[in-house]
């Protein structure tokens, strides 16, 4: 491998904004923003607004959408196409 052509990797804290939680990964992303952590180090912190934690598919409160009638409404309003 080349060197120095690759971003820094390195362990980054990902906190979800909705929910508080947090967990710790490696990243290229860095932040001003910091967090002690559970081990005693100190690590970049990165605010993101959905995770698996808040996804509505992860947890459950993921809506329904009616699509039945879509397909109908669509012919209805633009008719079937002729060759």
């Known amino acids: 491998m080349k060197k120095d052509i690759h971003p820094d990797y390195h362990p980054v804290v990902f906190q979800d ?5 947090s967990f710790l990964t490696r990243s290229t ?3 001003d923003r910091t967090i002690d952590w559970e081990d005693g180090n100190v690590y970049p912190l990165i605010a993101v607004d959905i995770t ?4 509505p598919l992860w947890t459950g409160d993921q809506r329904v959408i009616d699509t039945a ?6 012919n209805r309003r633009y008719g079937k196409r002729s060759r």
């Open 17 to 21: 904004r909705s929910t508080g939680k």
């Open 69 to 74: 009638g879509r397909v109908e409404k669509f």
């Open 52 to 55: 698996a934690d808040s996804h």
């Open 29 to 31: 992303a860095t932040s």
